[in-house]
């Protein structure tokens, strides 16, 4: 091997070497942005949890307050059909 090439093979080695440096830091930015991403989506999903909660327990209130209503209206009628 004459030093032309051994030159040309070193400088080959060294592009080479900065395009997967470029590729590493690329991946590692997308990982970052993926795992900003996933805890924005896990932030999503529990408010979403604790707004279903929420519906659920005015949900329930509602029907204990609808039952009582109607338990009060039953009530008064029968002392009114006295």
Not at 13 to 30: G, H, P, Y
């Amino acid at each position: 091997m004459n030093p032309s090439d051994l030159s040309f093979e070193f400088k080959e080695l060294q592009a080479s070497r900065k395009r997967f440096e470029q590729m590493n830091k690329t991946l590692e930015s997308r990982i970052t942005f993926l795992e900003c991403e996933d805890l924005k989506a896990k932030k999503m999903i529990e408010e979403t949890k604790k707004q279903a909660r929420e519906l659920s327990e005015i949900k329930r209130k509602n029907l204990e307050n609808q039952k009582n209503f109607e338990e009060v209206h039953r009530k008064l009628k029968i002392n009114r059909d006295y």
